[in-house]
């Protein structure tokens, strides 16, 4: 694996396509088989990358197992998005290196990093420096992460905060809604954080039709991400939908 291989993949990617759609399979909730052919169908219809991960990360062997069993089938990168120390496991491309930088504990901004940092090394995983950033209150993230969320009718809130990781040197922000969060992040705001971040930018959390994809897309998202939707019974059909509309070339 040559250096920076999966952000070189996601930057050029970006050329072709208007926006990327990223496919979020929760280590806990699906199957080793399930996680296989979800992964195989998602990059049938488009998807430029798996995500691996979940909020509630605990068990790092079945995780390690469903990064291996997905790999065999795919090309795209996987790309590991840990809720903590126990989500960084071989075998993926990449991973989301990132600090919540909204957490009100220092564990979950940077210790859980110097944690991590040296399993990142020995697996030989790609770190993409990220800002991960909850947006509103009441999901997983939000709790585990013990986050002070920021209102989702704040944007300029969020983009200092993208501004700042951008000048520690950050290439990658992500406003996260949370996991089967009930609202997804406003297009105003990822607007006014496309304003202010010139890195790639990544929104997940409640994208559930082809509407609020798109407006995300119009307003700036680089990537979209979308899981729970597909766990709770959402069709591929539907998800190609959205990956038609969103990927739409430039």
């Known amino acids: 694996m040559t250096k920076n291989q999966v952000e070189t993949f996601l930057k050029s990617e970006l050329k072709k396509k208007n ?5 979020l399979i929760d280590s806990e909730v699906s199957n080793l088989d399930e996680s296989a052919k979800l992964a195989k169908d998602v990059e049938k219809i ?5 995500l691996v991960g979940g909020s509630s990360a605990t068990d790092q062997i079945e995780m390690a197992q469903v990064v291996k069993g997905i790999k065999k089938g795919i090309k795209i990168p996987i790309i590991l998005f840990p809720g903590n120390v126990t989500g960084v496991v071989p075998d993926a491309d990449a991973i989301l290196f990132s600090s919540l930088m909204n957490s009100e504990n220092p564990y979950f901004i940077t210790q859980a990093q110097a944690l991590g940092a040296p399993s990142v090394l020995k697996f030989g995983l790609e770190p993409l420096p990220t800002a991960y950033l909850v947006i509103g209150e009441g999901t997983s993230a939000w709790f585990v992460g013990a986050a002070r969320g920021i209102p989702f009718e704040k944007p300029k809130i969020a983009a200092a905060y993208a501004l700042a990781a951008q000048f520690l040197g950050m290439r990658f922000v992500y406003l996260e809604a949370g996991s089967g969060a009930k609202s997804n992040v406003t297009p105003e705001m990822v607007k006014t954080v496309r304003h202010a971040f010139n890195g790639f ?13 798109e407006s995300l897309v119009k307003a700036g998202a680089d990537a979209l991400v979308i899981g729970t939707f597909l766990e709770k019974g959402g069709s591929i059909k539907k998800l190609q939908e959205i990956a038609k509309v969103i990927q739409r070339s430039k």
């Open 46 to 50: 488009g998807a430029s990358a798996i």
């Open 19 to 23: 926006a990327l759609l990223f496919v």
């Open 201 to 213: 930018l990544i929104v997940g959390g409640g994208i559930k039709d082809v509407k609020t994809a």
